[in-house]
C-alpha cells in the first residue's frame, strides 16, 4: 500500500489538527508506505502552500496507489489530482471542515469539491450527520475516532510539583483542569461565569491553553471576581500538560452549542482520561464519540448550570469513585483509542476503497 499523505495542518504548528495529522501519518507509515506533503508553517503560508501541494501531487501520484487529505480543506487539490490520475482520493473530515461559514467555502468546497471524493473518514458522528445535511451521499461516509499516542503521557509528577507550577499551596483544595485551544464552543468563559461561583471555594479552576476567545475567558474572570480562583495558564509544554493531567483531580470540558462550529472529537477528554484523570465532558457533539458515560467519563447536559454543579460536587467529593474511574478509562482508553489500532481501522477502510476501484 503505497500512501500519498497531504495535509495543510501539520506541526510545529500547535492545534487539535496538526496533532490529528501527524500522529495518523506516523502510525500509518509502521504499516504502509506512506510519502507525506506537509505545510509546517501555519495558516500565513496557506496561499504558497496550496499550489505547491498541487504540483507536489501531481508529480509523486504516479508512485502512489491512492491519496489521502489531512482535511477537506485540501478537496480541490484531491478532485484535480483524482481526475488527472484517475486515483482514489480520501478525505479526514473535522467538524469545522464542514461548517466553516462562508459562503465561497460552502457553495465551492462543500458544495462541489468535496462531494467528488472517494471517501470521508469522520472524527465524529456530529460531523457525519452534518455532512449528510449538506447532501453528502451516506455510503461515502465512515467515522474513526481520533487516537492518541499511549507512550507519550507515562510521567511521574506529585502535588508539590503542581504547587511549584502553581506558585501556590494547594492543602484541603481540588483542583479541576480545562485543557486546549480557547475558542467560544470549548465554553470556558461559560463555565466560569456559570459554574463556578456555584462550586465550594476550597476549588480551583485552572486554564490551560490559548486562543481566540482569551480576552472573554479574562473578562469572565474579572466579572465574577474569580482571579483568585481561577488561573490562566496560557499555551503549556507538553511537560506541563503531562504535570497538569498526572496532579489535578478533575478534567473538565464544558462544551456549548455555537453556530457554524462544531467540536469533531475532543483529543483533550482521551488524553486526560488516559493519565487517570476522571473526566467530565458535555454531552454534545463529538465529545460524545470520546467519552462514553460510565466508561471513560462522565457526560453531562450542555449548558445545564446545575447538573454540572451536581456532577462535580458529587465526583470531587468521592475519592474512590474518582480512583476507580480513573483507572476505567485508563483501560478504556488503551483498549478503543490507540493509534496503533486507529491507523489499522484507517488502512481497512483505504483498502476497501482501493478494491471497489
Keep these: ?24 501519518s506516523t502510525w500509518l507509515a509502521k504499516i504502509a508506505d506512506v510519502k507525506v506533503i506537509a505545510n509546517r508553517h501555519g495558516k500565513k503560508l496557506l496561499p504558497i502552500f496550496m499550489p505547491f501541494a498541487l504540483l507536489a501531487g501531481l508529480f509523486l501520484l504516479p508512485r502512489y496507489d491512492v491519496v ?80 492518541i499516542d499511549v507512550g507519550k503521557y507515562d510521567a511521574t509528577f506529585s502535588r508539590t510539583d503542581l504547587e511549584e507550577m502553581l506558585g501556590e499551596q494547594l492543602k484541603e483544595k481540588y483542583v479541576i483542569l480545562t485543557s486546549g485551544r480557547l475558542v467560544r464552543r470549548k465554553g470556558v468563559a461559560w463555565f466560569i461565569r456559570n459554574v463556578i461561583p456555584h462550586l465550594s471555594e476550597n476549588i480551583v479552576y485552572i486554564v490551560a491553553g490559548d486562543g481566540a476567545d482569551k480576552k472573554d475567558v479574562h473578562n469572565a474572570i474579572q466579572e465574577q471576581c474569580l482571579s483568585d480562583r481561577v488561573k490562566i495558564l496560557g ?36 488524553e486526560a482520561a488516559f493519565c487517570r484523570l476522571p473526566v467530565i465532558a458535555a454531552r454534545l457533539e463529538g465529545l460524545q464519540d470520546a467519552i462514553k458515560d460510565g466508561h471513560n467519563g462522565f457526560l453531562v447536559e450542555s449548558g445545564n448550570v446545575s447538573a454540572w454543579v451536581s456532577k462535580i460536587t458529587e465526583t470531587l467529593a468521592n475519592r474512590d469513585l474518582r480512583k476507580n474511574l480513573g483507572e476505567k478509562s485508563r483501560r478504556f482508553v488503551i483498549e478503543n483509542y490507540r493509534w496503533e489500532k486507529i491507523s489499522r481501522v484507517y488502512l481497512q477502510e483505504i483498502e476497501q476503497v482501493l478494491r471497489r476501484g
Design 1 to 24: 500500500m503505497k500512501i500519498l499523505f497531504i495535509s495543510h495542518a501539520y506541526p510545529p504548528t500547535v492545534g487539535g489538527v496538526e496533532n490529528q495529522n501527524y500522529e495518523l
Design 68 to 147: 489521502l487529505l489531512g482535511n477537506a480543506l485540501l478537496a480541490p487539490i484531491g478532485w484535480i489530482l483524482k481526475i488527472v490520475y484517475r486515483t482514489p482520493v480520501i478525505t479526514v473530515v473535522h467538524g469545522l471542515d464542514l461548517t466553516f461559514s462562508n459562503w465561497i467555502y460552502q457553495t465551492c468546497w462543500v458544495g462541489f469539491f468535496v462531494k467528488k471524493l472517494d471517501k470521508l473518514i469522520a472524527v465524529g458522528n456530529e460531523t457525519i450527520r452534518v455532512a449528510e445535511e449538506k447532501g453528502i451521499a451516506k455510503e461515502r461516509l465512515v467515522f474513526i475516532p481520533n487516537g
Design 235 to 270: 499555551y503549556v509544554t507538553d511537560r506541563e500538560r503531562d504535570l497538569l493531567f498526572h496532579t489535578c483531580d478533575l478534567f473538565v470540558q464544558p462544551n456549548i452549542k455555537v453556530s457554524n462550529d462544531l467540536e469533531g472529537f475532543g483529543i483533550s477528554v482521551i
